[in-house]
């Protein structure tokens, strides 16, 4: 019986070390491989004739990625110029214009802009927040100062935070909340993420290395 004890043992440890080795290669495959099919869409943007199913036979996975890239590195050459600034801000208005259409384009351009400015501190600062209930606290990212109407109804200091779903971050919960209650933490948010995704196995270390910056206040 001992022996049968230790052999399945044994196989049970051999178990375990094969889906921590494959789970993580599973999910990222899938995970790429989702993210090339969404881009590879981009392939519908060519005339029938010459996508690569109408030319080579067969479909080529990733070649949509190439055309993205080439796509958005000629659109920024393009429109990079005095031109094309002022080709750009035409089109801007002329889309301002259209009911519903023009409030989704300034707004999603807004976020883009705020997203990807150098000195942007958007998604930079991981805070503790109570949410959803005063008892309770939530990992949240913050995104910005509270707006100015919500600051002056509430007389607070209110700064806006993203408050992700798991194991999904890319859905979530906008929060406003008085700067006093977020309280900045010293993990990455990389960290943060690998604790959502994770359902929060995945612990940041603790005491932070010395090299880790904690920031400013949020």
Known sequence: MADGGGRWRNLRKYLVTGLIIWVPITVTLFVLRLLVNVVDQTLVLLPGPLRP??????RVPGLGVVLAAALLLATGMLFSNF??????????AQLGRIPFVGAIYRGSKQVTETLLAPGSKSFRKVVLIPWPHAGARSVAFVT????????????????????????NPTSGFLVMVP??????????????????????????????????DGGADP
């Open 144 to 167: 910005g100062n509270g707006p100015e109407e919500v600051r002056a109804t509430t007389s607070e200091d209110m700064v806006s935070a993203f408050v992700p779903t798991t194991p």
């Open 179 to 212: 700067r006093r209650d977020a309280v900045e933490l010293a993990m990455s948010v990389e960290e943060a993420f690998r604790l959502i995704v994770s359902l929060g196995v995945v612990l940041p270390a603790w005491p932070p290395s010395p090299a880790r």
């Open 53 to 58: 199913e109408a030319l080579l036979g067969f």
């Open 83 to 92: 031109i094309g600034r002022r080709l750009v801000a035409i089109s801007e």
